[in-house]
């Protein structure tokens, strides 16, 4: 089992940016698929960025154009780079390290099928509060 802890979050004024990191406790290189999903009170996990072994992207559509998701093999820890932050961006963000099988696209529409795998992990989360 693969441990990961986020860090990062913090409140914030609308328009404003924040570097969500995400630190595994051993090496995530080569992982079939990782993510940044969030979650609101009241509502379900929301798949936000993904990022395969190959280092190809892809975004929810409410994020594109502002969110960057990245790794950093070497320190064993994946990013989260965001900008012009929304008030419909607070949430809890939380990174998962999908480990396999993949037998889904690395995207964001199957997370919703993705997060059930036994052999998807994540942390505990750190808390994004955006401002108007």
């Known amino acids: 089992m693969v441990q990961l802890v986020e860090s990062g979050g913090g409140s914030v004024q609308a328009g404003g940016s924040l570097r969500l990191s995400c630190a595994a406790s051993?090496?995530?290189?080569?992982?079939?698929?990782m993510d940044w999903f969030r979650q609101a009170p009241g509502k379900g996990r929301e798949g936000v960025a993904a990022?395969?072994?190959?280092?190809?992207?892809n975004y929810a559509d409410s994020v594109k154009g502002r969110f960057t998701i990245s790794t950093d093999n070497a320190k064993n820890t994946l990013y989260l780079q965001m900008n012009s932050l929304k008030p419909e961006d607070t949430a809890m963000y939380y990174c998962a390290a999908d480990l396999g099988p993949p037998q889904y696209d690395c995207d964001v529409d199957s997370w919703p099928l993705r997060q059930l795998s036994p052999e998807n992990y994540w942390g505990q989360g750190t808390q994004v509060t955006v401002a108007s």
């Open positions: 051993q090496s995530i290189y080569g992982s079939y698929c």
């Open positions: 990022i395969d072994s190959d280092g190809n992207t």
